[in-house]
């Protein structure tokens, strides 16, 4: 079973910190994505990486950037966490058959 | 733009068949239709694609239509930890997957 992992499940930051968002899979997959979901808006992507070192920007790249320096391990940091940024954050994996499995999501809020 | 119409919401009985109805009549011939679900407060759960052949899994069984404008999910014997939001998407990359609101499934004791 694909096992995608997140390091956190919840989070309280204040405005200004800067946040790290962990999250690790276990099927030597190829492209991992984060995603936020808010009520009403639906899931967004943030960012996506098809290869360590490798980005893409999704739909709402601004106020995020991320890190892939191992192939299993894809980060999302809010470099001054806004409280516009709370929200749940999903992060995704795929591999060479293209469906996206889910970790547990990280429900982040910022004050 | 919306790809995908589904109900917004659906009851079922416990141990019965739950059909959950999607339509996509704008769906390319490249593009998947894929099922996930998301029980509350839990990330999405994969559970099923297909093309254009219906497919069958340890989970849900996808029927669609031969001119691929619409399409079933069958839970064939829903259980109460079957409640949750279910989305129908259709992609022709995987690389972005867009959710829409999905159909609020309750299974009812």
Not at chain 1, 23 to 48: A, K, S, T
Not at chain 2, 25 to 32: K, L
Request: hydrophobic share 30%; aromatic share 10%; net charge neutral.
């Amino acid at each position: 079973d694909v096992k995608v992992t997140q390091s956190s499940r919840y989070l309280v930051k204040r405005t200004g910190e800067k946040v790290f968002l962990e999250c690790v899979q276990d099927m030597d997959h190829e492209n991992m994505f984060w995603y936020r979901q808010d009520p009403g808006l639906g899931l967004r992507l943030i960012y996506f990486s098809y290869d360590v070192k490798m980005k893409e920007k999704g739909d709402i790249p601004e106020g995020y950037s991320v890190s892939r320096e191992k192939k299993e391990r894809f980060s999302l940091i809010l470099e001054s966490a806004s409280t516009n940024q709370t929200s749940m954050y999903l992060c995704a994996s795929s591999g060479a058959e293209e469906t996206q499995y889910f970790g547990p999501g990280t429900r982040l809020l910022v004050l | 733009d919306a790809k995908t119409t589904q109900p917004t919401s659906m009851d079922c009985a416990e141990g019965r068949a739950a059909n959950l109805p999607c339509n996509h009549s704008t769906i390319s011939g490249n593009e998947y239709v894929y099922w996930y679900r998301q029980i509350h407060s839990q990330g999405p759960q994969y559970i099923i694609h297909g093309l254009k052949n219906n497919e069958t899994n340890e989970m849900a069984s996808l029927i669609i239509t031969e001119d691929r404008k619409s399409s079933t999910l069958i839970l064939p014997h829903a259980t109460l930890r079957d409640t949750a939001v279910y989305y129908c998407i259709v992609e022709g990359s995987n690389y972005k997957l867009t959710f829409g609101k999905g159909t609020l499934l309750t299974v009812n004791p």
